[in-house]
């Protein structure tokens, strides 16, 4: 298993430039995560999806759009980067479920270095 | 304010030593609690949830202290592979699945 993949690694944007960040998981998993990690900051919650077919906002979703493709894939996507939104991007994915939301675990993709010039 | 609070660090710490931190934590409707671990550049991991009554998982023992609004992770026998960031996690009641990290404590653990 693969666990969560994301693509790409690293991007290089000019400002207003688009692009979608990929994310996959292989895990069945119910939930799926888009978040930010700035330095100083922590992580921040950009969008999220409960289930398939489902997207919320988080706390930081200004400038961003997402996709739940299937149950596998989330996606997000900037329409006119700004370099307000250089920052490391993480997908993570869980379980979901309902009656053991409180402890369930989340798991991380390796992450993309992205650089908004 | 942050929601969640740690000291940054770095606590330098000597191989076979303890070490122990805490994060704390703004809204009182906190209710489940975690460690994460980030090691550098990379994702992070679960490391270990934290119960009301304290628990341990090998040289890790955490704490939570609901009335100061904290939680404590110690590390004890320190080895050099514990080098790495800890993340604090809090979720709050009925945010389901929203965690809220702190910034992390950085540890680094010398020969």
């Known amino acids: 298993n693969a666990g969560v993949t994301q693509t790409p690694k690293f991007q290089v944007l000019k400002t207003g430039q688009s692009m979608t960040l990929q994310c996959a998981q292989d895990m069945n998993h119910n939930s799926m995560y888009w978040y930010r990690q700035d330095p100083g900051m922590g992580l921040r919650l950009i969008y999220y999806?409960?289930?398939?077919?489902?997207?919320d906002k988080g706390e930081v979703p200004n400038g961003y759009n997402v996709s739940r493709l299937n149950k596998r894939e989330f996606s997000l996507r900037l329409e006119s980067a700004a370099p307000s939104q250089t920052s490391v991007y993480f997908c993570?994915?869980?379980?979901?479920?309902?009656?053991?939301?409180?402890?369930?675990?989340?798991?991380f993709g390796p992450g993309t270095r992205l650089t908004v010039l | 304010r942050k929601e969640v609070e740690q000291d940054p660090g770095p606590f330098n710490v000597p191989e076979g030593a303890t070490v122990a931190f805490n994060c704390t934590y703004s809204?009182?409707?906190?209710?489940?609690f975690f460690w994460y671990r980030q090691d550098c550049r990379k994702e992070p991991k679960l490391l270990m949830s934290v119960y009301s009554s304290g628990n341990e998982d090998g040289r890790f023992t955490a704490q939570l202290n609901r009335a100061s609004q904290y939680i404590s992770l110690l590390i004890r026998d320190s080895k050099l592979s514990d080098s790495a960031t800890y993340l604090c996690?809090?979720?709050?009641?009925?945010?389901?699945?929203?965690?809220?990290f702190g910034a992390g404590t950085q540890v680094v653990v010398t020969p």
């Open positions: 809204n009182s409707a906190s209710q489940s």
């Open positions: 993570a994915s869980s379980v979901g479920s309902r009656r053991l939301a409180g402890a369930s675990e989340q798991f």
């Open positions: 996690v809090v979720i709050l009641t009925d945010s389901w699945g929203k965690l809220q």
């Open positions: 999806s409960a289930s398939e077919g489902t997207t």
